[in-house]
């Protein structure tokens, strides 16, 4: 296999996770120039030096070998290649955003599912669609703290990075779930958990700002409240590598709902 130069728009991170080979990883998934997905791993985001960290949304050019992984859009990157090259602003209900995105949409988690069933080893195992409805997001209390092994993976210093975060990767006491249907007869419904960066970020940043008492109310209005009924919520979905059948939602995409008169998206 051989490394190649590849530039990638990038549309999922997810919050981190003790990983027995590099202390922490999280998903990392993209769209090609050519209009594929691609996954990219390892990335141990904290430790990329500050001009590697790349935000969402971002076109990043970076060092690529395919992985030895089954899932076909997975490449391994050498972290330090990573060139960020610009970003797509959020203008017009992430107009820009959607050229990039919508080619790859699909009608809704079962018909991925179905594709993914029937195409074996060569389907994605990344997708993206809008759930017609979201019918609640739930909060489930899970362990408050890392198990002794995960702290052991966590204190590693094994990626030979000269930027070491400052603090161990807080564990969140939560997971996050959208529970919703997909406009077929034969759905009996889903409630995938949720590992976007953004919505565990959200919930350290405000429990911070707004105390124990008052962070919970804030982080229902938006990820609740507002992501169900004010934004055009859609979801990224992708398998994890060790349960290659469960779907879970890995970036959540929420462009304020197009405004009435709004040029349609051309193809
Ligand atoms: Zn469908
Ligand atoms: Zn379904």
């Known amino acids: 296999m051989a490394w190649e130069r590849k530039r990638v728009f990038i549309v999922v991170k997810t919050y981190p996770t003790p990983a027995t080979k590099g202390t922490e990883v999280s998903c ?12 990219l791993f390892p990335v141990p985001f904290r430790f990329l030096d500050e001009d590697k960290q790349f935000p969402r949304y971002s076109w990043i050019d970076v060092t690529v070998e395919r992985a030895s992984d089954f899932r076909p859009e997975s490449y391994k990157l050498n972290p330090d290649s990573i060139q960020i090259v610009s970003s797509v602003p959020t203008d017009k209900a992430w107009r820009d955003r959607k050229k990039i995105i ?8 079962c018909c991925i599912k179905r594709e993914h069933e029937a195409g074996g080893n060569s389907a994605p195992t990344l997708g993206f669609f809008k759930p017609p409805s979201i019918r609640r997001f739930r909060m489930k209390s899970c362990a408050a703290d890392w198990t002794q092994t995960e702290k052991m993976i966590l204190s590693q210093q094994t990626f030979g990075f000269t930027n070491t975060p400052d603090r161990i990767l807080e564990k969140v006491p939560f997971d996050f779930h ?17 590992s976007d960066w953004e919505i565990f970020q959200a919930y350290r940043k405000w ?24 934004f055009d919520t859609h979801f990224f979905v992708g398998t994890l ?3 290659p059948q469960e779907w879970t939602i890995v970036g959540l ?3 304020m709902l197009a405004i009435q008169g709004d040029l349609p998206l051309g193809q």
């Open 207 to 230: 429990r911070a700002k707004y105390g124990e008492a008052h962070w919970r109310a804030k982080f229902e209005q938006r990820f609740a409240d507002e992501m169900i009924h004010k």
């Open 241 to 243: 590598k060790a349960h």
């Open 102 to 109: 919508y080619p790859l949409m699909r009608h809704c988690l």
């Open 178 to 194: 959208y529970e919703f249907r997909c406009p077929h007869a034969s759905c009996t419904g889903h409630a995938p958990k949720c």
């Open 28 to 39: 990392t998934a993209g769209i090609t120039e050519e209009g594929s997905w691609i996954r």
């Open 253 to 255: 995409f929420w462009p």
